[in-house]
């Protein structure tokens, strides 16, 4: 009988959730999410990096792309890591195909994460929100850590900097496209803005307080000037960057572009909900489950008519 653990090294959890054996050809599947490929004669690995690897516990929320680059985006989780992955031309022959180009150290994040969003100037660095608990049951309690920010440089993902921002755990963040203001938005039903000086200069200029729900989503003007939230009871809120006020003249933004809109509930994406569905996150659909699940949708752009092409 041979043994061997000659894998261990070349992935973040080592316990091994399944093999597969063809010919002198073993599969380890580990626990941590990595798929490795070793000669099941001497154990040695075929190559220093797994042939698959991804997140491997709880939920993936944090999604993040480039601002400068469209082939890099990062993503983070429960299982308390960042990772930046190189999107492939499409074209088997390409070496970066589904490739993980940098991951935490582990231990580097003291929390879930799950908000992320690059610097938006240069995309040097970016901001990991932190806390979270899984799914949507009311067990356990929030991380000491849990509203926390920690901002990590791109090339590496080496901590730059945590601070202590909310009380509950970070839902959703957005960079003024000047990368001066950053809007960091709460399940404690505050969205906090921060002046932002650099990856280690930051810090809390106003604290916005008007949502009755956690909140889910934020959304920063082209100009720099306003910014849109959603929260848990459907809400849709207006603010201005300045002083951190509500604007409850929604007239004003008829004109007013949010770049990127990532609110699911705006003006913008008003044709993208059926006339009775119930939009509160926390609310049973009204409509068959079987009209969004398991589909990808196609919307035109502002979607004003629920109109769809289904992928």
């Not at 091994?16 to 002198?24: A, E, G, N, Y």
């Not at 440089?153 to 959703?172: F, G, P, R, W, Y």
């Not at 803005?193 to 200069?201: A, K, R, T």
């Amino acid at each position: 009988m041979k043994t061997f653990n000659s894998h261990a090294v070349h992935c973040r959890v080592p316990s091994i959730q399944s093999l597969s054996v063809l010919d002198t050809f073993l599969l380890i599947g580990t626990r941590g999410g990595d798929i490795l490929q070793t000669d099941i004669t001497n154990g040695s690995v075929y190559q220093e990096k797994p042939m698959v690897t991804g997140h491997y516990y709880g939920e993936v929320w944090g999604l993040a792309t480039h601002p400068t680059n469209n082939s890099i985006f990062a993503t983070s989780g429960d299982d308390q890591t960042v990772r930046i992955w190189h999107i492939s031309s499409g074209t088997h022959e390409d070496t970066h195909s589904h490739d993980c180009i940098a991951l935490t150290e582990p231990d580097a994040l003291p929390d879930m994460s799950r908000a992320l969003v690059f610097e938006p100037t240069t995309g040097h660095w970016l901001v990991a929100g932190l806390g979270g608990r899984l799914g949507y049951r009311k067990v356990g309690t929030f991380g000491e850590h849990a509203g926390s920010i920690c901002s990590l440089d791109t090339n590496n993902l080496q901590v730059l900097h945590l601070m202590k921002v909310a009380k509950e755990q970070i839902s959703d963040m957005a960079f003024s496209l000047n990368g001066e203001t950053l809007a960091v938005a709460s399940n404690d039903n505050f969205i906090y803005l921060i002046h932002v000086e650099g990856p280690m200069n930051m810090s809390v200029i106003h604290q916005c307080s008007g949502h009755s729900s956690f909140v889910t989503d934020v959304s920063i003007s082209s100009d720099n000037m306003w910014m849109m939230s959603n929260d848990g009871a459907g809400e849709i809120l207006y603010w201005n960057i300045n002083n951190g006020k509500r604007e409850s003249d929604i007239d004003i933004f008829q004109n007013v572009e949010f770049l990127p809109n990532t609110c699911p509930l705006s003006w913008e994406t008003i044709g993208c909900w059926p006339v009775s569905v119930d939009t509160r996150p926390d609310r049973p659909r009204e409509f068959d489950l079987d009209f969004f699940f398991f589909d990808m949708l196609f919307f035109s752009f502002p979607p004003l008519l629920l109109i769809i092409v289904r992928w």
